[in-house]
């Protein structure tokens, strides 16, 4: 009894997660013209909208543009300095690591405004693209070393050695060994850092100027206005998209990298 | 000696491998520098303390700062009372991976959608007051968007998988035997949590509650569209002097009253975190 009862609660609140996603999508397959709950039909004519419409498909290939950029320079710069710390002293590594995920220790409003008046004080960045990309490396700087460095930490260097006691050349070891050793932890980086720069909102909102756009910006601007259903039809998508990469790294790496490697550091990544 | 990775870098190499990382910190760290210029000068760009001594006078300041501390505190609780039971019950569990799945999906999805979400559920014609009224529980509309309790509820949906995932972790890592030991040497279900099982997850929940509260009290989007612009924290009220107002400077003092009052109470959290990591020997 007792144990029904824990389950069962354990459940509820459980549910009460994805709840909320649930709810979006029911209202995007809706006909009606405003948000309603529940739907009063099936249509999928706000997906049609959303497609056909000029404005969301800019702002989905920017998003997307942005998030690649920066998801892929982040990575390499910690992949780099990876490369460059392991051999370092660990008090020079010590204050290295926490420099770098010295961002995840300051509230997110204060890092919009910290980025906002910096972007704006240089001639070339304000109000542009570039401008927007650098301050989402600046935040995926942390998320992209995280898991990179985890996977140098585990390298066991007698492989390196044997190879080398074989023959082989440092170029060989790197291609052949370490490489492949750490990929997981670079592929996580990569996706953790794209979908960190592809759902930033808070600090992204601090760069808005005209002619600037992200799909979390125009999302955010309708909700302000009046909601029409076209962004319950985009957040369904990105519902979607999200539980697709989450079930994709089910089969292949396993969730158990969110809770193991760095568990509570990488929690410090989103919102 | 050979480096793990099996490359033989030079000093000066390590140094240039290092530079791409080192220069973005910079940025990063001369930005937070920015803003704390920025709060020292008036608007004429002098030295003024002006606005530090309106902080400590100014009673909408002091109110602000206050309402933040405490919805980023509730918030910060409730996250942790909801949170570990979630975290035990999925730590026990034999299909693990799916119970994951509902965990992290909704944690990988954007804020501002699942805030929306809480538009649709909470508003006047929304999802719960339909069913109130259906039920014939309520006649008019009970109002939760756009109070602080909306912001608090939506907080707590953004929030929660960090704290989860926080705690989850230091239980799946927690040596089985130990639990097991208490119950041998006589104590029951609920006294070896107490004793054995809680003390050990207490630093996941520690680094939990560091992380809730820094992106609780940092928050703006959940704010601004649950709880709306009447009850302002000190994050909205940032982003209303940048872009209603045009107050840089003002928005950099009230900055650094967000970061100062979130350090103050996430570092000692964090410290004690360590601390009971290392007695643990985590």
């Given at each position: 009894?007792?144990?029904?009862?824990w389950?069962?609660?354990?459940?509820?609140?459980?549910?009460?997660?994805?709840?909320?996603?649930?709810?979006?999508?029911?209202?995007?397959?809706?006909?009606?013209?405003?948000?309603?709950?529940?739907?009063?039909?099936?249509?999928?004519?706000?997906?049609?909208?959303?497609?056909a419409?000029?404005?969301?498909?800019?702002?989905?290939?920017?998003?997307?543009?942005?998030?690649?950029?920066?998801?892929?320079?982040?990575?390499?710069?910690?992949?780099?300095?990876?490369?460059?710390?392991?051999?370092?002293?660990?008090?020079?590594?010590?204050?290295?690591?926490?420099?770098?995920?010295?961002?995840?220790?300051?509230?997110?409003?204060?890092?919009?405004?910290?980025?906002?008046?910096?972007?704006?004080?240089?001639?070339?960045?304000?109000?542009?693209?570039?401008?927007v990309?650098?301050?989402?490396?600046?935040?995926?700087?942390?998320?992209?070393?995280?898991?990179?460095?985890?996977?140098?930490?585990?390298?066991?260097?007698?492989?390196?050695?044997?190879a080398?006691?074989?023959?082989?050349?440092?170029?060989?070891i790197?291609?052949?060994?370490?490489?492949?050793?750490?990929?997981?932890?670079?592929?996580?980086?990569?996706?953790?850092?794209?979908?960190?720069?592809?759902?930033?909102?808070?600090?992204?909102?601090f760069?808005?100027?005209?002619?600037?756009?992200?799909?979390?910006?125009?999302?955010?601007?309708?909700?302000?206005?009046?909601?029409?259903p076209v962004?319950?039809?985009?957040?369904?998508?990105?519902?979607?998209?999200t539980l697709?990469?989450?079930?994709?790294?089910q089969?292949?790496?396993?969730?158990?990298?969110?809770?193991?490697?760095?568990?509570d550091?990488?929690?410090?990544?989103?919102? | 000696?050979?480096?793990?990775?099996?490359?033989?870098?030079?000093?000066?190499?390590?140094?240039?491998?290092?530079t791409?990382?080192?220069?973005l910190?910079?940025?990063?760290?001369?930005?937070?520098?920015?803003?704390?210029?920025?709060?020292?000068?008036?608007?004429?760009?002098?030295?003024?303390?002006a606005?530090?001594?309106?902080?400590v006078?100014?009673?909408?300041?002091?109110?602000?700062?206050?309402?933040?501390?405490?919805?980023?505190?509730?918030?910060?609780?409730?996250?942790?009372?909801?949170?570990?039971?979630?975290a035990a019950?999925?730590?026990?569990?034999?299909?693990?991976?799916?119970?994951?799945?509902?965990?992290?999906?909704p944690?990988?999805?954007?804020?501002?959608?699942?805030?929306f979400?809480?538009i649709?559920?909470?508003?006047?014609?929304?999802?719960?007051?339909?069913?109130?009224?259906?039920?014939?529980?309520?006649?008019?509309?009970?109002?939760?968007?756009?109070?602080?309790?909306g912001?608090?509820?939506?907080?707590?949906?953004?929030l929660?998988?960090?704290?989860?995932?926080?705690?989850?972790?230091?239980?799946?890592?927690?040596d089985?035997?130990?639990?097991?030991?208490?119950?041998?040497?006589g104590?029951?279900p609920?006294?070896?949590?107490?004793?054995v099982?809680?003390?050990?997850?207490?630093?996941?929940?520690?680094?939990?509650?560091?992380?809730?509260?820094?992106?609780?009290?940092?928050?703006?989007?959940?704010?601004?569209?649950?709880?709306?612009?009447?009850?302002?924290?000190?994050?909205?009220?940032?982003?209303?002097?940048?872009?209603?107002?045009?107050?840089?400077?003002?928005?950099?003092?009230?900055?650094?009253?967000?970061?100062?009052?979130s350090?103050?109470?996430?570092?000692?959290?964090?410290?004690?975190?360590?601390?009971?990591?290392?007695?643990?020997g985590?």
């Amino acid at each position: 009894m007792r144990r029904t009862l824990w389950t069962t609660l354990n459940w509820t609140l459980l549910l009460f997660l994805p709840l909320p996603l649930a709810v979006v999508a029911a209202v995007s397959i809706s006909p009606s013209r405003f948000i309603s709950f529940p739907p009063t039909g099936f249509s999928l004519v706000w997906y049609q909208q959303f497609f056909a419409s000029p404005q969301w498909m800019t702002a989905l290939g920017i998003s997307t543009g942005i998030a690649i950029a920066a998801s892929l320079i982040s990575t390499t710069a910690a992949v780099m300095a990876a490369l460059g710390l392991e051999r370092a002293r660990a008090s020079t590594r010590g204050i290295m690591e926490t420099l770098i995920l010295a961002p995840l220790i300051f509230p997110h409003a204060a890092i919009g405004v910290a980025i906002f008046g910096f972007l704006a004080s240089t001639y070339y960045l304000r109000g542009t693209y570039w401008g927007v990309c650098l301050a989402h490396v600046l935040l995926c700087v942390p998320f992209a070393y995280r898991p990179v460095a985890a996977a140098f930490h585990k390298l066991d260097r007698s492989l390196a050695e044997a190879a080398m006691n074989m023959g082989a050349r440092p170029t060989m070891i790197l291609q052949r060994i370490t490489l492949p050793m750490v990929a997981p932890g670079i592929v996580s980086a990569l996706l953790f850092t794209f979908i960190v720069s592809f759902d930033e909102i808070t600090v992204t909102l601090f760069l808005t100027a005209p002619g600037i756009t992200t799909l979390p910006l125009t999302i955010y601007s309708r909700l302000e206005q009046n909601a029409d259903p076209v962004v319950a039809a985009v957040s369904t998508l990105l519902v979607l998209l999200t539980l697709g990469l989450v079930l994709l790294l089910q089969q292949t790496i396993g969730l158990e990298l969110f809770v193991n490697t760095e568990g509570d550091d990488t929690a410090r990544s989103k919102s | 000696m050979i480096a793990p990775s099996g490359l033989s870098a030079s000093p000066l190499a390590r140094l240039l491998l290092v530079t791409p990382k080192a220069l973005l910190v910079a940025i990063f760290l001369f930005a937070i520098g920015t803003v704390v210029v920025g709060s020292v000068r008036d608007n004429d760009g002098n030295f003024s303390l002006a606005l530090y001594d309106e902080l400590v006078r100014s009673n909408t300041i002091q109110i602000l700062t206050w309402r933040t501390v405490k919805v980023a505190g509730l918030t910060t609780l409730i996250c942790a009372l909801i949170g570990y039971p979630i975290a035990a019950f999925i730590a026990n569990a034999r299909r693990r991976n799916l119970l994951l799945v509902l965990v992290i999906s909704p944690w990988l999805t954007s804020v501002i959608v699942r805030t929306f979400g809480w538009i649709v559920i909470l508003g006047n014609r929304g999802l719960l007051n339909n069913l109130l009224r259906s039920l014939g529980i309520t006649d008019g509309p009970v109002r939760i968007l756009f109070t602080p309790t909306g912001t608090i509820l939506g907080l707590v949906h953004v929030l929660a998988p960090f704290m989860i995932i926080s705690i989850l972790a230091t239980l799946v890592r927690l040596d089985r035997r130990l639990a097991e030991a208490g119950m041998s040497l006589g104590a029951g279900p609920f006294e070896t949590f107490l004793r054995v099982t809680f003390p050990l997850s207490l630093p996941g929940v520690l680094s939990g509650c560091s992380i809730v509260y820094l992106l609780a009290s940092g928050a703006i989007v959940t704010p601004i569209l649950l709880g709306g612009l009447r009850d302002a924290m000190l994050g909205t009220q940032i982003f209303q002097e940048i872009f209603a107002l045009y107050n840089f400077h003002r928005a950099s003092a009230l900055a650094m009253v967000l970061l100062v009052t979130s350090l103050v109470v996430v570092i000692p959290i964090q410290w004690l975190d360590g601390r009971l990591r290392k007695l643990s020997g985590a």
